[in-house]
């Protein structure tokens, strides 16, 4: 059974940081894609950024420039370095992971609030 576990978000004021962290646990071989997703209160959940296996990234536009994405393929792991935060930042984020043979798996979520 393959587990995805996020941490690492809170509450912050608009124009601060945050690192979110996903683990994955459990029996998955070859993780391809791993990202993060995000769903604000009303709207459907939208992909914030990827990565893949080769080490190519990619980013949506209302994150390049101010948000990171970084793994560490020896942990089964992926983080968000979210710099400049800005209210429309606010929502649930979910890491995904994408396995070779296209199985996705989703974490539960973890709430990020920026405030004024």
């Known amino acids: 059974q393959v587990q995805v576990v996020e941490s690492g978000g809170g509450l912050v004021q608009a124009g601060g940081s945050l690192r979110l962290s996903c683990a994955v646990f459990?029996?998955?071989?070859?993780?391809?894609?791993m990202g993060w997703y995000r769903q604000a209160p009303g709207k459907e959940r939208e992909l914030v950024a990827d990565s893949t296996d080769d080490g190519s990234t990619n980013y949506e536009d209302f994150v390049k420039g101010r948000f990171t994405i970084s793994r560490d393929n020896a942990k089964n792991s992926v983080y968000l370095q979210m710099d400049s935060l800005k209210l429309e930042d606010t929502g649930v984020y979910y890491c995904s992971i994408t396995s070779y043979f296209g199985r996705r798996y989703w974490g539960q979520g973890t709430p990020v609030t920026v405030s004024s």
């Open positions: 459990g029996n998955i071989v070859s993780i391809n894609n």
